[in-house]
């Protein structure tokens, strides 16, 4: 470092032509005037906004509380994980899996319910968890087949149905519906129907009711290889994408997640396309890290 | 639903020629083969991971633990927010901002001390902070003012400097250091330097130490408006992602955070460029929501 001055008669002169008054001063008010409004009502208050708040003086804000959400697991095919598995039985996995996406948005102290395939323990299920929750999420049973009885236990419980299947791949079952306030979403059984519907459905609405922002960003990129569909539905798929373009993963399945574990966005394959070129841009929605 | 069979000399025909056998059974080990690597090493545990892992029969599985971080404010200039403010003096926002990012990344039970500016003071509080965290997080004090005590303090404390300054917009003064295993990161004073140099450096060393998936999504998308600098530096601009292109914010200064509070992204300019036309791509960093 140099001073750039000069002594002149025993005047001190500064010799630095990019230097102008005020410069490297603050001027009071310059981040935000007197009475200005700091920040839109409902903003997300991300890490920065925190800072902003803080730099501004403010000790508390009001924020809105997280919606309070209980998980129904439905299915007398499921086990816990650790024990060994009886014939026809599966492990369950989706209430961790959706506990882990929650923990991604900050609701903890999910209160989980077993109920196995009777529809008045459905019912009592679905009973229970309303009266202590904003958002009941069941899984499983949502179906047609002889065991499916979450639609006459919503039904029975004075829920509203709103819709039931979407034309889509995985999660076509998918079903939604309220009470007063309370929102009630029956999410199909297989784990990757589950975390597709999830993030899909659950997550835009949790996000809606705590006016958070999106989790999953939404982008277009190319695809980088081909992808071919007889369906008239709507894929979402589990993909790579590395910066620049969007790679569809294998095992597409509903029941296996091999894939989703390594995934890091869905890829969005629109209803009516049947094939989507190498280069051809989709929508990509990345998920959280 | 309709049956789609016909009983023909008492026999049961099924009548759908979509119908293959096997189809709707999911064989055996179809998910993944006895003795197959489920997931590699180091893997994100996301929740389709610990869905899967679930899924699979796992109750518990090895993971690295988060780094032990603290936190040290220094500056005499500083007041706590809610408190009246005195003659220049800024509000302290550095903490609640950092404190924030690390809950993101689900980093909780952050020591915060203080400093004010005097090389004992600072030595001792990085000497006691580097005791006990695996990562030490200093901000101020780190430029080449009179105040400016952190340079000569991590010295004292035996780190070894392993840069200082970086051609970079904000966040130039930035100093990261080791000693041992454990490491030294003096971020400026500045907030939205800090923060800056937070998501940018201390994020992906965090990430690297737990083997974490980066926070941060790596986008290119065009300029949504054109944009000039005189500076060789790489600027890091506020701004905005609409999915389609990437839009600066005003307030780009480095001691203010109030287009960092309404900003979804970090736009790259790189050193050497010094007209970035509107539609040009560039480089976006995601911040997490």
Redesign the interface.
Known sequence: ?QEKTKTENGILLIDDEKLQQGSNV?PKG???KAGAL??ERN??????????????????VMVYPNPIISIIITGNELQ???KP?QHAQ?????S???K??L??I?ISGVEVYYASDNPEIVTGAIEKALNQSDVVLVTGGIS?GDYDFVLQAVSKCGIEKLFHNVKQRPGKPLFFGKKNKKLVFGLPGN?SSV?TCFYQYVIPALEKLSH????L????APLSKPFQKTSVLTHFL?GI?D??TLTPLE?QES????S?????CLIQIDEEITLCKDGEFVTGY????
Chains 1, 2 share one sequence.
């Open positions: 470092m603050r310059s981040e935000i700091a920040l903003s997300f208050l991300s890490p920065a906004a925190i800072g902003f708040l803080a730099a501004i003086g403010n000790a508390s816990q994980p650790g598995l599966v492990y369950e996995s989706n961790f899996a959706l882990a996406v923990t991604q900050y047609v784990p975390l958070k922002n999106p989790l960003s939404k982008i277009k589990k994408y910066g620049h095992a029941y296996r997640l091999s989703f574990a390594n995934a890091n990345l998920l959280p890290s």
